[in-house]
Nanobody, 112 residues
Framework: QVQLVASGGGLVQPGGSLRLSCAASRSISSFNATAWYRQAPGNQRERVAR????GTVYFVKDRFTMSRDYAQNTVYLQMNSLKPEDTAVYYC?????????WGQGTQVTVSS
């Protein structure tokens, strides 16, 4: 079983930045892909960013950047120029074969 622990969320003013972290219980190089999703109240969960094992990257917005640290078994989501519509619970995800693992989510609130 894989554990993913997300952290780094919080309250930030519009225009601010946050960096989310997701620490995995095993080597992230073992995953086919890792990703960040978010879910706002009343909305469906949507994918924000994804990196495949070969480094192919998908971003939903230019303001977001996803990176990974193999030594720390951690993936990051750097979010800049945050807007109120970025408010959501952010989840990390890891794909391994046919299995999909989820972290517990971290709340991001963008408000003045």
């Amino acid at each position: 079983q894989v554990q993913l622990v997300a952290s780094g969320g919080g309250l930030v003013q519009p225009g601010g930045s946050l960096r989310l972290s997701c620490a995995a219980s095993r080597s992230i190089s073992s995953f086919n892909a890792t990703a960040w999703y978010r879910q706002a109240p009343g909305n469906q969960r949507e994918r924000v960013a994804r990196i495949t094992r070969d480094g192919t990257v998908y971003f939903v917005k230019d303001r977001f950047t996803m990176s990974r640290d193999y030594a720390q078994n951690t993936v990051y989501l750097q979010m800049n120029s945050l807007k109120p519509e970025d408010t959501a619970v952010y989840y990390c995800n890891a794909e391994s074969g046919t299995n999909s693992f989820w972290g517990q989510g971290t709340q991001v609130t963008v408000s003045s």
